[in-house]
């Protein structure tokens, strides 16, 4: 519990209020995270805000423009978030002044933790009625639903009803009627409520720290697009690495993207729903051109949130300001010796298409190899375009991996031009960097695929590189490991130590080897198939060189045994005795050949 003094008259006890537990996250992200940058979007200067449960302490100082009142049950979390608010209110919504309206209230967190243990329990519908009240006409609620079917528990190790820590007050899922289950149900419960739902985010990887929010209704349309296969894919392989999963929840997610059931499956959702000023505007439509398609988290102070928003002709990128000290266009990395984000970039459309690494991953599981080359080739080909005189590649291009590059048509175009190569690399290079990448997540994935089960990573890069037209070999491959160990050292601020050790790490990955990232049982397993099935060749290959031995040495010793048995033969011995006379005359004759030899030839020399 904390000891912090509260700034006089900001904080009302209306009762029931927990002395003794605290709500706030210990996980949270650089300015508040995407959750924290759709809030500031949401709120005009001036704009009266209730922020109902606990949040990040970053998501109050995006919203210092705005007059913010904080309900909490917890009075040590009062105390903490006193100074960032204009007025807070310990104790649950039944303690709310009444009459009071805002013009935007964000629950976050659900509406779960807003309800104090200690007070008047008002259940779910009963707490979403309180901040309904509060809502002015006009006026909009940002609300937070978990998903009881959503990807993080699909993957957790441990099941959803057999929580037991500390924060399970209660346990939620889909037996339980009086909270809803899934979109529909929660919009049925707002308009009912008196609101109208305007729009929708689906949050990854986790509910409680979004990483990526992206409107679910586009996630249901555009399953094919690239940007949203980036996303859902960096978001979930990055949100889960240090715990352990079931399943690749990276691949599950992309999986229900392509499927149409990404929105489905998000960890939980973001709904804002609009209390119309009268009640003729209930019934009409809500336009979302101004709310932003896609929210994602950079992972750097400094940067801010990345933003897709509408565009007039498609969407485009959008950086949302940021309260840090360095300012959205400073440098977040230490060093820049092999490679940065360039903020800047970020202003200009979001390019159409799908993306290569799936479409690469399609056709290798399908044993596809016209695609396969064409894919490649087309690759290889574009990459060679963005060479200059010298046959190197600068900027964006040069990090142009098949993981941030999208396909229209004929068309190959960077999806995200941030990421920039400080100094410019040699094409072939660059093509194999690109392979290598995508070989080694081929093989330690486990992904079928049409070539043989004993080529190495850098093999099958080779193999790669063969496809795409380009004749590459091992000692570029190297050079393509080595460089990307470098570019991932600046990116993720490794010292000179760390960047050797990570360039023997990526040097020594096998197709044996799980992939990076989260440990999952099913990926590990299929290790252990790949460990296994590589032991069981070496292990017949050893026995074969053995048998071969074991033959090898049964015919030596039958030889021997022939040669002993032959050279105590009567007939070996009178051949013997007739050869050796010969074979000594044969050697005179050579010794008297080469004698006369060297006393002719002084005598020819003074003739000539």
Not at 168 to 193: C, K, S
Not at 195 to 206: H, Q
Not at 367 to 374: E, G, I, K
């Amino acid at each position: 519990m904390t000891t912090k003094t509260a700034p006089a008259g900001r904080i009302t006890l209306p009762g029931g209020e927990m002395l003794a537990w605290s709500d706030l996250p210990q996980e949270r992200l650089s300015d508040g995270g995407p959750l924290a940058a759709l809030a500031a979007r949401l709120v005009s200067p001036g704009a009266r805000v209730l922020v109902a449960g606990p949040h990040d302490p970053a998501l109050l100082d995006q919203l210092a423009h705005a007059e913010v009142t904080c309900l909490l049950r917890s009075h040590p979390d009062a105390v903490a978030l006193a100074e960032r608010a204009t007025h807070v209110v310990v104790g649950g919504p039944a303690g709310l002044p009444a009459g009071e309206t805002y013009d935007l209230v964000i629950a976050g967190a659900g509406l779960d933790p807003v309800e104090s243990v200690e007070g008047i329990r008002l259940g779910w519908d009963g707490v979403l009625a309180r901040l309904v009240d509060t809502v002015r006409p006009g006026g909009a609620l940002l609300l937070r639903l978990d998903n009881p079917l959503g990807l993080h528990r699909l993957v957790d190790t441990t099941p959803w009803y057999a929580g037991r820590d500390d924060a399970a007050w209660v346990i939620g899922g889909v037996l339980d009627r009086a909270h809803p289950a899934n979109r529909d149900q929660l919009r049925e419960r707002l308009t009912a409520a008196g609101l109208r739902p305007a729009a929708c985010w689906a949050a990854y990887p986790d509910v409680n720290t979004p990483t990526a929010l992206l409107d679910a209704d586009h996630l249901d349309r555009d399953t094919g697009s690239g940007l949203f296969d980036a996303v859902l894919h960096g978001a979930c392989a990055g949100g889960f690495t240090s715990a352990t999963v079931l399943q690749d929840p990276a691949r599950l997610a992309v999986d229900a993207l392509h499927a149409g059931r990404a929105a489905d499956l998000a960890p939980g959702w973001l709904m804002l729903a609009q209390r119309p000023a009268s009640s003729a505007d209930l019934t009409a439509p809500a336009t979302d051109r101004d709310l932003p398609v896609a929210l994602m988290q950079t992972g750097r102070p400094g940067i801010g949130v990345l933003e897709v928003l509408h565009g007039p002709s498609g969407w485009r990128w959008g950086l949302t300001a940021t309260t840090g000290p360095n300012g959205p266009g400073a440098a977040p990395f230490a060093s820049r010796e092999a490679a940065y984000r360039d903020a800047d970039a970020l202003s200009g459309p979001v390019p159409s298409g799908r993306l290569l690494r799936t479409l690469l991953l399609d056709a290798a599981l399908r044993r596809d190899l016209a695609t396969l080359r064409t894919l490649l080739h087309g690759y290889a080909v574009w990459l060679a375009d963005q060479a200059d005189s010298a046959g190197r590649i600068a900027g964006a291009a040069a990090l142009a991996g098949t993981d941030n590059v999208v396909i229209d048509g004929e068309r190959y175009a960077v999806l995200d031009p941030s990421w920039r190569a400080t100094v410019a690399l040699p094409a072939d290079v660059v093509l194999a960097r690109g392979l290598w990448r995508f070989a080694a997540a081929l093989l330690t994935g486990g992904y079928a695929h049409p070539w043989s089960s004993t080529l190495d990573v850098a093999g099958l890069t080779v193999v790669l590189g063969g496809l795409a037209g380009n004749d590459l070999d091992r000692a570029t491959v190297d050079e393509a490991v080595e460089a990307e160990a470098a570019i991932a050292a600046a990116l993720h601020g490794l010292d000179t130590d760390g960047r050797v050790d990570l360039a023997t790490e990526l040097h020594a990955v096998a197709p044996t080897d799980p992939p990076v990232g989260s440990h999952s049982y099913q990926q590990l397993r299929e290790a252990w198939l790949r460990q296994r099935e590589e032991l069981t060749r070496l292990a017949a290959l050893t026995a074969w060189t053995e048998e071969l031995l074991t033959s090898r040495e049964r015919a030596l010793r039958r030889a021997e045994t022939t040669i002993g048995l032959l050279s105590g033969s009567i007939s070996y011995r009178v051949g013997r005795l007739a050869i050796t006379p010969a074979r000594l005359a044969k050697r005179g004759a050579r010794a008297a050949k080469r004698r006369a030899t060297a006393v002719l030839a002084p005598k020819q020399e003074e003739q000539q």
